[in-house]
């Protein structure tokens, strides 16, 4: 087991392998990413019950809900990317780290957009300071400050270091935004998917939100392999198997 | 199927504005997400191209 997990590690250090490996990953994760959302908007959009609340305007909860829980994972990918930067000097996790940034802070963007927009006909307003809506607005900030970071230095060393700081220290703010409708009396609703518990949704309403969370995170897996391919391309230009690569 | 006719699907039950404005923002951002690598690959190659030829002039004739 811990030999399998040094031979990874190895070879995920390696750009070379990782843009040799991903190749063939392309395809399936577009393929997948699209089928997924198709078939999850469809079911989501036309079959899934309105809710008997707030009628339809709760299928906005199908792009808010994946949209959020993807900004935290990213968020936490992120930060592990630039540990092992911090710790071992692998150069691909750095490069990782400055892959995921804008594509974690656009989910978090897509949350607070959608998350907003819900509220107008929810709540009646579009934005409240409530413990879970600034959590997630400090999340978008520290994206921010993260991607400023990771090019605010002299050389790309430095700011690949200061990034990742920043995002080790904004770790915090992950299980405030969890436990933030648990902990303060929020206007948020509470969590809709709970690991530990039997899920409250009707399943017409749950398998949609399920399989639209599975097309966001193909999807982010399928745009984190394609920015850092680019990287690598970028990076390793003058070496000769990406020149043989790029040659006309 | 929850909607009898495509304007009751488009009208939401009144939330139509909101439930399209989101998905709306969405596929934007979605979007560009989606261009940006590709276009930057694209660019790198054209770069890269370029570079090729400026060293191929500069390099002594034999």
Known sequence: MWQWLTRL???LGSPKWF???????????ALGSAVTAVIGLVLGLLFAPADYQQGDSFRIIYIHVPA?????????????????????????????????APIGASFCLIALLTGAI????????????????????????????????????????ASYKAGAILALVGVVNIPIIKYSVEWWNTLHQPATLKLTEKPSMHPDM????????????????????????NEILWHERKRQWVRKIMEP | MEFNSFAEFIAM???????????????VIVVYNAMQ?????????????QRLRREKHNAPSA
Do not use: C, N
């Open chain 1, 68 to 100: 959020a829980l993807l900004a935290q994972s990213a968020y936490m990918m992120m930060a592990v990317a630039g540990a092992v930067y911090l710790i071992w000097r692998m150069k691909m996790a750095a490069w990782v780290a400055r892959v995921i």
């Open chain 1, 118 to 157: 819900w509220g107008k006909p929810t709540w009646g307003t579009w934005w409240v300071w409530d413990a879970r809506l600034t959590s997630m607005l400090m999340l978008l900030f520290l994206y921010f400050g993260v991607m400023a970071l990771q090019q605010a230095m002299e050389s790309e060393d």
């Open chain 1, 19 to 29: 843009y040799e490996i991903t190749e063939r990953w392309i395809f399936w994760l």
């Open chain 2, 37 to 49: 690598p590709v276009l930057r690959r694209r660019r790198l190659f054209k770069e890269q191209a």
């Open chain 2, 13 to 27: 039950g009144r939330h139509g504005l909101y439930v399209w404005l989101s998905y709306g923002l969405t596929a």
């Open chain 1, 9 to 11: 590690y190895h070879r």
């Open chain 1, 206 to 229: 749950l398998w949609p939100l399920l399989i639209m969370i599975l097309s966001t995170y193909l999807f982010f897996a399928l745009m984190v392999i394609l920015r850092t391919r």
